[in-house]
């Protein structure tokens, strides 16, 4: 069965400052990846998805992620946070052959220092 | 706008209540799926549906019920609630080429 882990419950930055969230999947075959945001209140946005090709991916919001499969990691990273970062997130895992069935991890909380 | 809608957005109920859960979208999404999310576990899929008249259950389905009568529409339905039932519920809707789900706002549910 598919699993992912985000090891980092809550994570604090200041603004400027760099980020990293941390994402762990378990799967068998080539998964489909995922980050998705959620701001206070609100729904899940997609920040940005892996399928194939290169690894490196860039997303919304100035963000990217890199697969790598050797570590089977999919670790978000941001070169300089925003206040408006702050929000929970979500990696997510998939497979090709439904990757509209997710799963998701616990989520990292963010917070946003001044 | 493109969306997809939850109603209501809020519910208090009580043990045994029978309520439904709304959710509609415009997108003509051949894909609808429903998630509840708990402190600490993230999202947990309840059931999906591939198309009308088609559904199946998810990882956390007991307890719940669905119907897909239209393509727009995918209500939930909870038969008899109980507290353990209380969460933050997410529909979502893909289309059928692609993987990228898109998320209403949610419910918040409370059962006492």
């Known amino acids: 069965a598919q699993s992912v882990t985000q090891p980092d419950i809550h994570i604090t930055v200041s603004e400027g400052a760099s980020l990293e969230l941390r994402c762990n999947y378990s799967y068998g075959a080539t998964p489909y990846l995922f980050w998705y945001v959620q701001s206070p209140g609100q729904g899940l946005q997609l920040l940005l998805k892996?399928?194939?090709?290169?690894?490196l991916v860039q997303g919304i919001k100035g963000f990217e992620a890199e697969f790598k499969r050797s570590q089977s990691s999919f670790n978000l990273r941001k070169p300089s946070v925003h206040w408006s970062d702050a929000a929970e997130y979500f990696c997510?895992?998939?497979?090709?052959?439904?990757?509209?069935?997710?799963?998701f991890g616990s989520g990292t909380q963010l917070t946003v220092l001044p | 706008e493109a969306q997809v809608t939850q109603n209501p957005r809020y519910l208090i109920t009580v043990t045994g209540k029978k309520l439904t859960v709304t959710c509609s979208q415009n997108?003509?999404?051949?894909?609808m799926s429903w998630y509840r999310q708990d402190p600490g576990l993230g999202l947990r899929q309840i059931y999906y549906?591939?198309?009308?008249?088609?559904?199946d259950k998810g990882d956390v389905p007991e307890g719940y019920k669905v119907s897909r009568k239209e393509k727009r529409n995918f209500p939930l339905i909870l038969e008899s609630p109980s507290p353990n039932q209380t969460s933050l519920y997410f529909c979502?809707?893909?289309?059928?080429?692609?993987?990228?789900?898109?998320f209403g706002p949610g419910t918040r549910l409370t059962v006492l």
């Open positions: 549906s591939m198309n009308v008249e088609v559904t």
């Open positions: 979502a809707s893909t289309p059928l080429l692609t993987d990228t789900q898109y």
């Open positions: 997108m003509n999404h051949e894909y």
């Open positions: 892996y399928f194939s090709g290169d690894t």
């Open positions: 997510a895992v998939g497979n090709i052959g439904s990757a509209r069935q997710l799963t």
